[in-house]
């Protein structure tokens, strides 16, 4: 890796326009080459559950991790570092230097359409689970990339909202997770499209006071894709790389606001030397790259995914029902059609194709075959567009192969390219020069409805506008629109659905078929039918492709009456019902107390089925505690506001986020933060600390449990604050101030030694513009959730002699 010397002697060889071209991509996700300093391009990809690489395209896979959410709700640093390894892993395989992960936003509200894709609603916990997941990527020469640089905590009109937040709340909660990745080494960060106080990101004052200057970021600030959208004010802020490129808002624009003095050439050399100093680190800048081979093979990057499925899987309730004895089973009805089709991640531009995904009925085949006979029922049809087409459902007109035939036309119907694929859903097809229509076509295997155009006949015909200006939406999830039709037993009728590319609309081009099902009444008698013949049932439900996206927030947690009638049908006939929950973030659940047990899955990555079987049947304890609150109904949520009003969006909570804001409206959710059981049972019995500190001192209290249940156990044991009596500022009722797990047999004694940091007693004091901890008494308490401490130590706080 270069020195600082070095690099000023890489930088004087460069003219003002060769400097300024290399601060903007060279493509959609390369930098700029420079040869006369042996400079190589970077290449980025999206992150966080998989790494894409420069394309989408179904046949070139990814291994797909558990949502973000999911790793949050492992509470393990150490398990998502060894995650974070494989993503470098991955990024290697396909010759990636940087990844766009993780995302550091908050789980502020529950209807947020990323939710999924961020760690926590606790800073504390998304912080560290964040910088774990940096240290893991960037053991092995990849760079991390923290996100969104700040307040990007919803969709609504986020290319433009202005985020309104005191200036105590953003040090204290939206800031601290970025600046622990900062402290992990982070090597660069994402600056979001939103605005923070009237000032939009890319050109905010916090890319330097505090990122660049407190903290000593020396790293790279790059923008979101296409959020760069000036000149003067972005290159004098401490934004350094505009992505992606060719684009016109630096370039030669910037190259004369330096000639003008409107940006001082010495903020342009700045913004190179970091680019230099990340290439060198990445090994693009001096030699020859080497190209460096995934650490990780196959067949291990797949238990270790599978083991994090059942790490992050989360006990919300057990009455006695799990595990499942696979000696006492004779048949077991699986029922729901997510149980078939597994939701495995969150939809918009983190989205990748994994590699083999496993089912929960499958992962349950598997573990139950030649012991139990397994039933699938899918109830009644799910809401929302049907699944794209598949070598399942449709094979190409010309060769016959399972799959679906892509042809490129140009504005007179002649092709310009075509080739056989294995997927409707082509997000970035080829399109060569004169491309005017991308068309997808197959033979239908039949079994039902269909959608589009039938054996030349027109189904489907019209304007179809769009329906955002988001670039990422247009990008990967066009607007949806459906048609029925009939088909005749034994024929195969081909299928033909054309979309002219008009300009501003993306190229992304899905298209799917939904088989006929019954209907809901027919359905859930079959389902309960089921259910009753068979020793135990699992129904499984979530949230659809229309929900949980990038670029667009929820209205409702609800998972439909379809759904919820579904679960209640089950458990009323059999007490052994095991609800499975697969969505990436709250939803409601009003029969939660109806069935025998619930489990979250969150959404879980490609082995899905194979980590959520190890739990159902008892081969692995759920790991799982919640990362975030969830509530009975939205209606209970202490903040649930997405849309800006006049384009403000007032963080009026301040620092009461997550269970901090549920504690002060004395208010109970469905399950607390933190909240997660295992297969055993644990007796806290003594809290142990010290009767004073020295301000600005950590402090380390010890708590002592019992594994009192039938099997070895780990427990997640949570740490929090509170601040008795009367203070000078408002600070929560209590907030997390550390944890850590513990392992122990049957019988067994563990002893978790918590360290609380210095900071977690401090305060963002205004007035002095830095962190103040007040002298006086502390109260600890310590347990299994926000909801559940059964111990408590009080210990002072005194200044310094």
Known sequence: MADEDELDRLLDKLTLRAKVRLLTGATTWRTAAEPDLELGELVLSDGPAGVRGESWDERRTSVLLPSASALAATWDEQLVGELGGLLASE???????????????????????????????????????????IRGIQAHGVAATAKHFVANDAETDRLTVDARIDERTLREVHLAPFEAAVAAGVRLVMAGYNRVNNTTMTAHALLTTPLKSEWGFDGVVVSDWGAVRSTRDTARAGLDLQMPGPADEWGERLVRA??????????VDDKVRRLLRLAAWAGALGRPRRRVRPHLPPRQARALARRAVAAGAVLLANRGVLPLDRTRLNTVAVIGAAAARTRTQGGGSAGVFPQDEVSLLDGIRAGLRGRARVVHLPGPAPDGPPPPLDPVTGSDPRTSTPGVLLRVLDADGTELYAEHRNSGRQLEPPLPPGAHTVEISARLHPFGRLSLHLDGDPLLEGEFAPTTDDPAVLHVSPPTHTVTARLTAGRTPLLVA?????????????????????????ALAAAARAAREADAAVVVVGTGEQHEAEGRDRTHLTLGPGQDALVRAVARANPRTVAVVNSGGPVELPWRDDVGALLLAWFPGQEAGGGLADV???????????PTTWPARLADAPVTRTRPDAGRLPYDEGIHVGHRGWLRARRTPAYWFGHGLGYTTWAYDALSGPAHTTVGEDVTVRVRLRNTGPRPGREVVQVYLSRPGTGSVDRPERWLAGWTAVRAQPGETAVAQVRIPARALSHWDVHRGGWRTEPGPYRVLAGRSAGELPLTLCFLAREEA
């Open 616 to 626: 159902l049947l008892g081969r692995t304890e759920p790991g799982g505690r919640l």
């Open 91 to 133: 990024a290697r395989r396909k010759g990636v230097d940087v990844v766009l992960a993780p995302n550091l936003n908050l789980h502020r509200t529950p209807l947020a359409g990323r939710h999924f894709e961020c760690f926590s609603e606790d800073p504390l916990l998304a912080g560290r689970i964040g910088a774990a997941l």
């Open 498 to 522: 054309r979309r002219e590319l008009a300009a501003g609309t993306g190229r992304a081009t899905v298209v799917g078929v939904q088989p006929p099902g019954p209907g809901r009444a027919q």
């Open 258 to 267: 330096v000639a003008s003095g409107e940006v001082e050439e010495a903020a």
